[in-house]
């Protein structure tokens, strides 16, 4: 029973860890990049959570409340 366990856990435990290895490569998604007004780029965000989930309402929030007096905006990158 035992040498049947050992190489089941083991292919289990490999399978774990499989969709967190393919997640890692490049995305060939479109995204937008959050740009300020001191010249840096601070964040990709993928286009869909733009688009569909309200993150340019944050970004215009975040804009409105900064403390460093930054304005912000996104810009869709274009490869």
């Known amino acids: 029973m035992r040498k049947l366990a050992i190489p089941l856990i083991a292919g289990l435990v490999a399978l774990g860890f499989a969709p967190t290895a393919l997640a890692a490569t490049p995305r060939a998604d479109r995204y937008y990049v ?10 990709a965000v993928d286009a869909h959570a733009v688009e569909q989930g309200g993150k340019a309402h944050a970004v215009a929030l975040f804009s409105r409340n900064t403390p460093f007096g930054l304005t912000c905006w996104l810009e869709p990158v274009t490869s």
Request: aromatic share 10%; with cysteine; hydrophobic share 10%.
């Open 34 to 43: 959050v740009k300020c007004n001191d010249g840096n780029e601070y964040e």
